[in-house]
């Protein structure tokens, strides 16, 4: 199943579209957005991508860091997203603009409903990251949208991700692109799991796969190529002007010498095939319990009150009700006063 992103057909493992994942790490700076799309053209990439959210939006306020603090020395989800949250929409119009003047398409990852709103008529395609893959509101509106979805599938099982692809398909979502993914930051090479993208393609024949990598590259970033030999035909990588700046997502990142030595090599590559399947998720544990998210009160909720799309939102960590309850716990009522931001419990809900 083939599907195209504006005029680039989709699905020729030998000519994958390639996503400069800038992330962040213009870390607010416009100047510094720009020059790292002009980079990411540069190297040969189909897409320089972005990270649209608000602090408030995607975390609560109580979300420890789950992270190597050596390298990004944050303390909590909060206080990390908070210092990267400054772009208003007519800063990713803006950045919109000039990618459509470098011919480099734009991407920005939604991490709320007004994200995803807002983003619609500056983006070909939705990208949607590994830790929303259980956000039901979120996977719904994406799907809405009418547009090709790319999800991300970090620290997520099988019935996990077939979920999320029901939920998209219901939503009516017909063109979807699945990434392997390990989400371990940085993952180490022989925790990569590539395999798995032999695994994605036999349980979802109806979805392109990809890859989203997080391994730290070498010289010719390996894991993109093995990905590519596996036959993945999206690939995604964090991408940065400077691999030693102190920081959440450079240390792990390509700049434009490595994107360009990979595209290179692309021109020399041959198919593989060979079987794995992905069991083991005890190297995401702390991805999949901070990353993800739980129901959270959106205001104040008296006793007795009912809960509705109004009172709830999805926020991380995943302390509380995954998102995937959402359709269960929408129609019942709270059984004690519950205050502003604070994760649902199961106890807290009337559910006869």
């Known amino acids: 199943m083939l599907f195209n992103i504006k005029e680039f057909e989709v699905g020729n493992p030998l000519n994958p579209y390639i996503i400069a994942e800038i992330g962040v790490n213009h870390e607010g700076d416009m100047d510094l957005a720009k020059r790292l799309i002009r980079e990411a053209k540069e190297g040969g990439a189909h897409a320089a991508k972005f990270q649209s959210y608000k602090a408030e939006k995607i975390t609560s306020k109580h979300s420890p860091a789950y992270w190597d603090q050596t390298k990004e020395p944050t303390d909590s989800q909060f206080a990390l997203f908070k210092k990267y949250d400054s772009f208003s929409v007519e800063n990713y119009i803006e950045l ?167 595209v290179a090599k692309l021109k020399t590559y041959q198919i593989l095939t060979s079987g794995s399947n992905k069991k083991d998720l005890t190297n995401e544990e702390l991805a999949r319990m901070h990353a993800r998210r739980s129901i959270v009160s959106k205001y104040d909720i008296k006793k007795g009150e009912l809960f509705d799309e109004t009172n709830l939102i999805c926020k991380r960590p995943a302390h509380g009700i995954s998102p995937i309850h959402w359709d269960e716990i929408i129609g019942t009522r709270a059984t004690v006063d519950i205050p502003e931001d604070m994760h649902i419990q199961w106890e807290m809900l009337d559910r006869h």
């Not at 939920?167 to 979807?176: F, H, Q, Y």
């Open 96 to 262: 919109s603009e000039y990618c459509n003047n470098l011919n480099i398409d734009f991407m920005s990852t939604p991490f709320d409903l007004e994200a995803v709103e807002f983003l619609e008529p500056l983006m070909p395609i939705y990208k949607i990251a590994s830790a929303d893959i259980t956000n039901v509101p979120l996977l719904r509106l994406c799907a809405e949208q009418g547009k090709p979805v790319v999800l991300s599938t970090g620290a997520s099982s099988i019935d996990e991700i077939r979920f999320a692809v029901n939920t998209l398909r219901d939503s009516g979502a017909n063109s979807i692109s699945l990434l392997h993914c390990v989400l371990n930051y940085p993952t180490p090479l022989d925790r990569a799991q590539l395999g798995m993208i032999d695994e994605l393609k036999k349980e979802f024949p109806d979805c392109l796969i990809g890859y989203s990598d997080h391994v730290v590259p070498d010289e010719t970033i390996s894991a993109l190529e093995v990905a590519a030999l596996k036959g993945a035909v999206i690939l995604e990588k964090h991408f940065t002007h400077d691999k030693t700046l102190p920081g959440n997502d450079h240390y792990h990142a390509m700049n434009k010498t490595d994107l360009k030595t990979f």
